[in-house]
Structure formats: C-alpha cells, structure tokens
C-alpha cells in the first residue's frame, strides 16, 4: 500500500507522533499485518458513514480504510552530501509516496531546539534544502543523457525541456511540488525525484498556536498548495491512554480541539496520498475501500479480489447520500437512484456499491 514517510529535524515531536500513530490498537482485530513492520503506523481513516451503513445493513463489523506512515530515521543536516546516514535516509525517502513533513510549533524550555529557536520558516528550509540538492544531483547525472538522447531522437525533446524546468525550479530554492503548475511532474517520474512526491506538513503546537486562527491561517498559506496539519503531539499521545470517551472528550475539551489531531492526519495524509474510498455493506461487513482518485469500476472491483476485476460485469451504484435519504437500499431503488455502470465507470468518493462479476 501506499506510504507517507514522517521525516523532521531532531526534537519536534516525530517519536512522540509515530508513537501515538503506531498505538492505535483498534486497528489490530482487522489488520493484523499492521503491527508487523516496526516503523510503519496504520492509521483508520475515521468514517462515520460506516456506522450508518452498519446500522441500515444489520453488519457484524465496520472496517474503515486506513493510511500508512512509515518512520524514516536519520539525520537531515548535510543528508544529500550522501555519507552514512544521510544515505539511508534518502533512499527510504524515495520509497515513500509522499512526505510528511513534522515541524515544532511548540514552545517548551525544556525541550532543545536545534537551532536554538521556533521557527517552522527556516526547518522547513532546512529539510526542503536537503532534498532539494538530492534532486539536484540526480537531474545534473540525468539531463547530459536526456540532451544527448533529444538530438537523435525529436520526441524525446519535451522530457528534456520538463527536465530542465525542473533544474531551474530546485536551483532557485523550490520543491518541484510546489512547481506543478510550471513543470509536468508525471513526466518526470522515472527520474524518482524526492521533491516533486506529494508533501504533508504537520505542525506539532500547543494550545496557543491551536486556538490561534490567525496563526494556523499564515502557517497553513505557508505550506500551500500541500496540505497543513495542527496537533499536539503529546496530547494525542495522552488521548490514547485514556479509555473512555468521557475523558477523551474532556481533554480535547481543555485544548480547545474538536477532535483528535490524528483523525486529520489520517484524512490529510489520505488525500495527500491521491486515494479515495467506495463503501460496500451487508451483514457481514460495512467497509470502506481505497482507491486512486480516478479509478473505473472494474479497477475498485480488484482492490476487493484481482478475479473481481477481471470477471467485472457491472457496478450496482448508489451514492451514499442518496441512500441515506432512502433510507434503505430498496426504498432507494424505487427512487431510481441505483444506478448500473459498466467498466468505464469512473468511481466517486462515497460511492455504495455491489459488484456483479463471472468467476
Ligand atoms: P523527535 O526527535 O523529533 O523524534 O522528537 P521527540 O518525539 O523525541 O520529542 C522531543 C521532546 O519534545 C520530547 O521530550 C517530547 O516529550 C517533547 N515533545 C514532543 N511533542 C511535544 C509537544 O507537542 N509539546 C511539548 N511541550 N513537548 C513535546
């Protein structure tokens, strides 16, 4: 499945997060393989549509969709000189999907910063610095070939031209991410650039920053067009201990949060990746499923089995508003708002669906 990586300068909260993501016991009943990498958390996406959907459908269980977030160590200061670490850490880099970034927002005496100071502006140039010299090292290896293969070859002009956007985008000190409009990132793909993954940012605060909109609002122009997070990382470590709503309810309460910063992290970090769910219901199951954003009704189809995809006939489809306001599955087929769709269906978020399929 598809993958964040935490990546963060030492000291702003990325254990204290990673241990708060990997000690959501709740997932372990349903996704049991979700404990065995040790630097890999699986969060649930919260979805309060499986609870309703359990409920019209009499299901056993729900099993919401999840994302994953895998702890990439290493030291970030120098990484793209390449020694030792800094090695490792940008490969792991390069196997993520997209990069969650964790920057301290919060202010504790007690707690050093590296650079002696809060200012989420300058670490996040810090880091965005590193991989943006890796990128840099690799176009500078790639565009001598690409130029050479351009001369021979006319139709491979336009990659070269993108590589070379590209080249002029990291040397002035911007993440190819944040180019997407100037550069056409999927034509850079094989070249596995670090900076032009999708980018997350998590801003680890306290109750000040929390409740201060004026702030979230700079932070979050900031890190635009990615998307921001707000958490407390050591609030969402202490939600967990707590095993009754009551108190959960009261701590969140006392930060002035509506609810648990990972629930955003979970919903952030699933968009940030491109997916998107369909929901599926009956007595033994209400489940939510990942898809890409984008994907047709045969593909959904082999996210639950790969001879579902093959032997696909067609899509029963409803949306899951409409058969909410049905109020059941035949009151919102006599509403004619249960569609069939064929295989060129491009599926939309919240669709519910049956599959029809030959085995
Ligand atoms: P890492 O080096 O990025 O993994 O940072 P850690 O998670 O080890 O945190 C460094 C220190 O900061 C630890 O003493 C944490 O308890 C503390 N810390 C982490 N998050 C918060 C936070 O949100 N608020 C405060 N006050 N301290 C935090």
């Given at each position: 499945s598809l993958t964040l990586g935490i990546v963060g300068l030492p000291n702003v909260g990325k254990s204290t997060l990673f241990n708060a993501l990997t000690?959501?016991?709740?997932?372990a009943a349903n996704y049991p393989f979700a404990t065995i990498e040790p630097n890999v958390g699986v969060v649930p996406l919260p979805d309060p549509r499986l609870d309703k959907l359990a409920e019209m459908f009499s299901s056993a269980k729900t099993v919401p969709a999840t994302v994953s977030f895998v702890d990439i160590a290493g030291i970030v200061k120098g990484a793209s000189e390449g020694a030792g670490l800094g090695n490792k850490f940008l490969a792991n880099i390069r196997e993520a999907n997209a990069i969650c970034q964790v920057i301290r927002v919060f202010d504790d005496p007690d707690v050093t910063h590296v650079d002696g100071r809060i200012d989420p502006m300058s670490d996040i140039e810090t880091i965005n610095t590193e991989l943006i010299l890796a990128d840099l090292q690799t176009l500078d290896k790639a565009l001598p070939r690409m130029e050479k293969e351009a001369r021979t070859k006319k139709e491979l002009r336009p990659a070269f031209e993108n590589a070379q956007r590209a080249k002029e985008v990291l040397d002035a000190g911007r993440t190819l991410f944040s180019a997407q409009k100037e550069v056409d990132l999927p034509g850079l793909r094989e070249l596995s650039l670090l900076t032009a993954k999708p980018f997350l940012y998590v801003f680890n605060a306290d109750e000040g920053v929390l409740t201060d909109e004026a702030k979230r609002a700079e932070l979050t122009k900031l890190v635009a067009p990615a998307d921001a997070v707000f958490l407390d990382a050591k609030v969402e470590a202490e939600l967990l201990e707590l095993d009754d709503e009551e108190s959960v309810r009261e701590l969140l309460e006392s930060v002035g949060q509506?609810?648990?910063g990972l629930y955003a992290l979970a919903r952030a970090g699933f968009h940030t990746l491109g997916l998107q769910t369909y929901l599926t219901a009956g007595p033994k199951e209400a489940r939510a499923w990942t898809i890409p954003q984008g994907a047709t009704a045969p593909q959904a189809a082999g996210v639950i089995h790969t001879d579902f995809e093959r032997g696909f006939i067609k899509a029963e489809v409803v949306s899951y508003d409409d058969l909410v306001e049905a109020g059941s599955m035949a009151a919102a087929r006599s509403a004619g708002k249960v569609r069939m769709e064929g295989k060129d269906y491009v599926m939309s978020d919240g669709d519910v669906v049956e599959f029809r399929f030959n085995v």
């Amino acid at each position: 499945s598809l993958t964040l990586g935490i990546v963060g300068l030492p000291n702003v909260g990325k254990s204290t997060l990673f241990n708060a993501l990997t000690r959501n016991d709740v997932l372990a009943a349903n996704y049991p393989f979700a404990t065995i990498e040790p630097n890999v958390g699986v969060v649930p996406l919260p979805d309060p549509r499986l609870d309703k959907l359990a409920e019209m459908f009499s299901s056993a269980k729900t099993v919401p969709a999840t994302v994953s977030f895998v702890d990439i160590a290493g030291i970030v200061k120098g990484a793209s000189e390449g020694a030792g670490l800094g090695n490792k850490f940008l490969a792991n880099i390069r196997e993520a999907n997209a990069i969650c970034q964790v920057i301290r927002v919060f202010d504790d005496p007690d707690v050093t910063h590296v650079d002696g100071r809060i200012d989420p502006m300058s670490d996040i140039e810090t880091i965005n610095t590193e991989l943006i010299l890796a990128d840099l090292q690799t176009l500078d290896k790639a565009l001598p070939r690409m130029e050479k293969e351009a001369r021979t070859k006319k139709e491979l002009r336009p990659a070269f031209e993108n590589a070379q956007r590209a080249k002029e985008v990291l040397d002035a000190g911007r993440t190819l991410f944040s180019a997407q409009k100037e550069v056409d990132l999927p034509g850079l793909r094989e070249l596995s650039l670090l900076t032009a993954k999708p980018f997350l940012y998590v801003f680890n605060a306290d109750e000040g920053v929390l409740t201060d909109e004026a702030k979230r609002a700079e932070l979050t122009k900031l890190v635009a067009p990615a998307d921001a997070v707000f958490l407390d990382a050591k609030v969402e470590a202490e939600l967990l201990e707590l095993d009754d709503e009551e108190s959960v309810r009261e701590l969140l309460e006392s930060v002035g949060q509506p609810e648990p910063g990972l629930y955003a992290l979970a919903r952030a970090g699933f968009h940030t990746l491109g997916l998107q769910t369909y929901l599926t219901a009956g007595p033994k199951e209400a489940r939510a499923w990942t898809i890409p954003q984008g994907a047709t009704a045969p593909q959904a189809a082999g996210v639950i089995h790969t001879d579902f995809e093959r032997g696909f006939i067609k899509a029963e489809v409803v949306s899951y508003d409409d058969l909410v306001e049905a109020g059941s599955m035949a009151a919102a087929r006599s509403a004619g708002k249960v569609r069939m769709e064929g295989k060129d269906y491009v599926m939309s978020d919240g669709d519910v669906v049956e599959f029809r399929f030959n085995v």
